[in-house]
């Protein structure tokens, strides 16, 4: 008699198998990976040589490590809600839950595989930005900047999961998606670099949601004058803009237990059989 496989093997199994369905889907791919280092690129021959005040960082070395963060967020909380809701549509998630796999294990490894991609995008961005352009890393900071990204893609996480359920269908998810992160973008330091001159409403604005959090949190970990002038390791946590993304986290979460469904949506179910 054959002994069951313990949880940890089939989150890991499933882990895998998501991340075969990710490399498997070209413009996932590109949108999570190659986008933003398209971008890098681009900013680093417009604006690469010229210098952010107050910083110590040229425009260039501060876009590695924003548009690592936009990379992340894409990562978990574009592809986690356009993958979900269309499995949802295409009657996986229902079949998923008549099997002996746990659900709970189904969608951590959906997660897992979305994190795992989110550190890949990260390592390609700041290792092209420390060969390209000069950028820094500094071991002193290098704890707080891992707790701000595991913080930053479980908050995205959730809050792709919750956009998930709250999709009216698979094929609306990427227009959402997209239509909720990108103008954020713009205003959180990740397109664009806020300064003295921006008006005080945009970053009140932007102040409201994640993402500059995330963005802020985590840049400061690559700019020399921060990192000098923090005492020690803990100093280098942003513990305000941690404590946004968390609250973020948390309401997310009771959202989504309110709001995702593994049933597909009744007109979306038709329209699917009806093609």
């Known amino acids: 008699m054959s002994s069951r496989p ?5 989150i890991w199994g499933q882990i895998r198998y998501q ?3 990710f490399w498997r889907t070209p413009i996932a791919a590109f949108f999570t990976l190659a986008f933003p280092l398209m971008f890098l690129i681009v900013f680093g021959l417009v604006l690469g040589s010229e210098d952010i005040e107050e910083t110590g960082l040229t425009v260039a070395q501060f876009y590695a490590p924003a548009l690592a963060v936009f990379g992340a967020v894409s990562a978990t909380y574009t592809n986690l809600a356009i993958g979900t809701a269309i499995a949802r549509d295409e009657g996986i998630l229902k079949r998923v839950r008549g099997t002996p796999l746990p659900p709970w294990c189904y969608l951590t490894a959906r997660v897992g595989s979305a994190v795992y991609m989110a550190a890949i995008s990260v390592a390609i961005m700041l290792v092209a930005g420390m060969i390209f352009y000069g950028l820094r890393f500094y071991a002193e900071a290098a704890v707080a900047l891992v707790i701000t990204f595991l913080v930053g893609v479980a908050t995205f996480a959730m809050l792709g999961l919750l956009l998930a359920g709250l999709s009216p269908s698979g094929d609306s998810a990427p227009a959402l998606a997209n239509a909720t992160l990108l103008p954020l973008a713009f205003f959180s330091d990740i397109f664009i670099v806020t300064g003295s001159d921006t008006p005080a409403w945009i970053t009140r604005f932007a102040d409201l949601f994640p993402l500059r ?3 802020t949190a985590f840049i400061d970990g690559f700019e020399p004058r921060f990192v000098a002038e923090q005492a020690n390791w803990v ?4 513990w305000p803009d941690l404590g946004v993304m968390l609250l ?3 309401g997310a979460g009771l959202l989504a237990l309110r709001y995702f469904t593994w049933e597909p949506r009744i007109g979306e179910q038709r329209s699917r059989k009806g093609e």
């Open 213 to 215: 959090h995330f963005a």
């Open 248 to 250: 973020w986290l948390v």
């Open 235 to 238: 100093d280098h946590i942003h």
């Open 6 to 10: 313990s949880l940890r093997n089939l």
């Open 19 to 21: 991340n075969r369905i």
